[in-house]
């Protein structure tokens, strides 16, 4: 009832000033989107962490994705975890679940999914879909995704990925006319307060892609009017915490 993208991705760090703590010279993203023709997606399928996302849908069993992030977040390989948690589940055939760690990206459609149902692995991410009008929804938020500006942010070009699929037709079942979407992404690069574009849903709407691109503008833009006013007393605060727990330890 569903398409969606899981990803990681590498990104470089800007090289040290000279100082003799040096930071690590990357850090990693981790972001899932997703969207259908029923409300509240965003409370059920999408996850994610700072080593992993995961995405579970189809016959929706919302511990696959809970229990997958918390399996990677303990070390666990991304095919490893989802693997095992679909080996202990009776209805796996109904499921679809994929996601990604830092290392691989694991992907499973079982044959009892709505057609047109399928899923696409590429280099750092994975998608898939069911009830689908055809393979080319998947096709195209696939190259949207391969085709995006890194230098924008991950969850905008997720919510664009999200909408190249929606344009090649999307969810099928257009009888339903109450939708939603969602985009989740987490960082290892340090903020001083969390970007509030980066965890974003839309419930219930007729225009799902388009409201939650809407809110994704204006989270970004409350955000940097933020960091403009507010940045020196958030950097403050972060390290006051952070000299705290170092006492505490």
């Known amino acids: 009832m569903t398409f969606s993208i899981c990803v990681h ?17 990357h850090h990693d993203r981790f972001g899932v989107a997703v969207t259908t ?16 996302a995961v995405a579970t849908q189809s016959l929706v069993n919302v511990d696959l ?9 303990d070390g666990l390989a991304v095919d490893d975890a989802l ?15 994929h996601g990604v760690d830092a290392d691989g990206t694991f992907v499973f459609s079982g044959e009892g999914c709505g057609d047109w149902y399928g899923h696409r692995e590429g280099d750092g ?6 009830l689908l009008t055809g393979e080319s929804v998947l096709e195209a938020v696939a190259d949207s995704y391969d085709s995006s500006d890194r230098s924008e942010p991950l969850s905008k070009r997720l919510i664009d990925a999200l909408a190249a699929g929606q344009a090649e037709g ?17 960082t290892t690069e340090e903020h001083p307060l969390d970007p509030s574009y980066n965890d974003l ?10 409201d939650l691109r809407e809110t994704y503008d204006l989270a970004r833009e409350g955000y940097e ?15 006051e915490g952070e000299a705290s727990e170092g006492e505490e330890n």
Do not use: W
Request: charged share 35%.
């Open 225 to 239: 009017a933020a960091m403009e006013r507010y940045e020196e007393s958030y950097e403050a605060d972060r390290r």
């Open 65 to 73: 994705g809970r229990r997958g992030i918390e399996y990677i977040d």
């Open 125 to 130: 991410y994975t998608v898939a879909g069911n």
């Open 201 to 210: 849903r839309v419930d219930a709407t007729e225009t799902p892609i388009a």
């Open 83 to 97: 693997e095992a948690l679909l080996n202990a589940d009776h209805n796996a055939p109904r499921r679809q679940l």
């Open 9 to 25: 991705e590498s990104v470089a760090d800007e090289a040290d000033d000279g100082d003799d703590e040096r930071e690590p010279d």
């Open 170 to 186: 999307g969810d099928k079942r257009e009888e339903l006319s109450v939708q939603s979407a969602a985009v989740v992404v987490r």
């Open 37 to 52: 023709r029923l409300p509240g997606v965003g409370t059920l399928c999408p996850f994610a962490s700072e080593r992993g």
